[in-house]
């Protein structure tokens, strides 16, 4: 089968049924969960609390010599620029243009391994965050069946399992977003803006604390941010623009097969799902920044505040509120036309996803990263299963026989095709690596594998010149029937931790993980280390194969035939 075209909601990933999880919960000791959605109620008796405080505190003679002392604004040098030139205001509305796509299409990946862990192993009830049920106890659940869908105007694209198309919406999007970062900040420093977002002086933790109160006790201070931001603004921009985007940028990377394998000091600190825990952080961040800061914007003088950024002028005309509202047309069309875009036109999205995020993903792949990062002692107690375990009668009766009668066959642009069974195999030299899985889902673990090098199998069957892909093939079908393959780069198969494996953690490799022989190819995503190896292929082109686009998941389900990121 070679996937289509357009997306049927109904069959896509294998007619997975919606399913839209629990409220989000937040562990509370060993074996407690916190419903978050109680932060509603609690958060505004808390509100409620703090306006009384705070206006109890205004009548005290000490508070009021304090916020005459400390108004709420540090002074700024007298060189600093004042109000907001235009490319400011086009920074910002791409900066918002983006930013839907990148949280509408990071949620969506967050569904498809709904929990949070703070190490590198991804074991069932070990989460500290989780939109889902607790994993049941049947030993084969796979990681697919614990994804959870979102309704199609809040994820992107809003189906269950539909992570190969957000990730290019994010990654893309994301790519896009850092070069408007990055230009950003070379005109903020190029033009001294950044002195009204950087805090220059001390004073501007008693002034920021003198704000709160005042905006607390409903008697809110003197707003000038045509000139100068006060210094609760101060701080909240500061953190977005110097910590939190940077932020983004450290932990979406930390999530790399490719580099962290290569960058072991980095990644022993800030392992996948450190760095994705963080990464959901920096999320929750930018979204409280965004209710909080349009909440202001629209309570402390709308049409001043619109003009401000939008118009580049400092009065209360019309001017600035339609140029604003223009923007939000466009920015409603793309939130509403970006899901059925998606779904009738999926192609382009991988392409252009894959035309903007490709070079990175080149890049990266690269990187041949050296064994010996991992111990025993780092081996998870925990590996998810995932794919679509296979059923066919030929399997089941090698399965019965313990693939006695096994034959691996290797062909194509080879010197020697070879046919070999387990014995032979295992008569080839030992290879064994201990290495962290990375799936595309997000979940990770660490296990020792043992095998043999692709080197090795290289060295056996001595590829021709033209080879320039290495193909493997499945006994598994894919969801929507077809065989499981998928193309790999031929110099990837050098790499130092490319192999094929048949034991895992010292034992037999188990049908769950792939028996009786699955690869390893440590700068890829789990989804493209094919598993119940039935053939390998080298080949010129893959265009042929399958629906030509390197793989069963890149024909079916969008995924893209490299991924180290």
């Known amino acids: ?156 694209p809003g189906l269950r399992h539909s992570i190969g198309l957000a990730r290019w919406w994010h990654l893309g999007v994301d790519t896009l977003w850092l070069l408007n970062g990055v230009v950003f900040y070379v005109l903020l420093f190029a033009t001294g803006q950044w002195l009204r977002l950087v805090p220059l002086h001390w004073d501007v933790l008693p002034n920021a604390l003198s704000v709160g109160i005042q905006y607390l006790s409903l008697d809110w201070p003197v707003e000038a941010g045509w000139t100068n931001y006060n210094s609760l603004q101060l701080i909240a921009y500061f953190v977005t623009v110097f910590v939190a985007a940077p932020l983004a940028l450290v932990t979406g990377l930390g999530m790399s097969p490719a580099l962290s394998t290569r960058f072991r000091r980095i990644s022993k600190i800030l392992s996948i799902q450190t760095a994705r825990s963080l990464h959901f952080l920096v999320l929750v961040w930018f979204l409280l920044f965004i209710v909080v800061h349009v909440s202001l914007v629209v309570t402390t003088g709308a049409l001043q505040n619109l003009n401000h950024m939008y118009a580049g002028r400092d009065d209360g005309s019309w001017v600035g509120f339609w140029v604003f509202a223009a923007s939000m047309v466009v920015v409603i069309v793309g939130w509403v036309a970006a899901t059925p875009y998606t779904l009738r036109h999926p192609r382009v999205i991988q392409r252009v996803g894959y035309a903007l995020i490709g070079p990175a993903q080149r890049l990266f792949e690269h990187i041949d990263a050296q064994p010996g990062e991992y111990t025993e002692q780092d081996i998870s107690p925990y590996l998810w299963h995932n794919g679509h375990y296979p059923d066919s009668a030929e399997y089941k009766a090698l399965q019965a026989g313990e693939f006695a009668d096994y034959r691996l066959r290797i062909d194509g642009m080879v010197e020697n095709p070879v046919d070999l069974d387990l014995r032979q195999l295992r008569a080839l030299p030992h290879h ?77 490799l188990s049908f769950g993980h792939g028996a009786p022989l699955r690869l390893r190819n440590e700068t890829q995503l789990g989804f493209k280390m094919v598993k119940w190896i039935k053939g390998i292929e080298f080949v010129e082109d893959f265009s042929e194969l399958g629906g030509g686009f390197g793989g069963y998941n890149e024909d079916h389900e969008f995924f893209g035939y490299r991924q180290s990121i």
């Open 1 to 156: 089968m070679k996937g289509g075209n357009v997306i049927d909601p109904r069959t896509f990933a294998g007619s997975l049924p919606q399913d839209r999880g629990v409220a989000p919960r937040v562990r509370v000791g060993r074996d407690k969960w916190f419903n978050l959605l109680w932060l509603l109620p609690i958060g505004l008796i808390l509100v409620i609390t703090a306006i009384a405080v705070a206006k109890g505190l205004r009548g005290l003679p000490s508070v009021q010599s304090f916020i005459h002392h400390y108004p709420g604004m540090s002074e700024l040098p007298g060189n600093a620029p004042v109000g907001f030139p235009a490319w400011l205001g086009w920074q910002h509305f791409l900066n918002l243009f983006f930013m839907i796509f990148i949280i509408r299409s990071g949620a969506q990946i967050l569904t498809d391994h709904p929990r949070l862990y703070w190490t590198r192993h991804s074991t069932p009830d070990r989460e500290w965050f989780r939109i889902q049920k607790p994993v049941p106890a049947e030993p084969l659940w796979t990681a697919k069946q614990d994804s959870i869908s979102l309704p199609q105007q809040i994820g992107l």
């Open 432 to 508: 064994e690596q201990i290495t962290q899985h990375f799936c595309i889902q997000g979940w990770s673990g660490v296990a020792k594998w043992g095998g043999v090098s692709m080197q090795t199998i290289l060295e056996l069957v001595k590829p021709l010149p033209q080879a320039k892909w290495v193909v493997f093939y499945s006994f598994g079908d894919g969801p929507e029937r077809g065989i499981y393959y998928d193309a790999h780069a031929i110099e990837q198969m050098s790499f130092k931790l490319t192999m094929l494996a048949y034991d895992m953690n010292d034992e037999t």
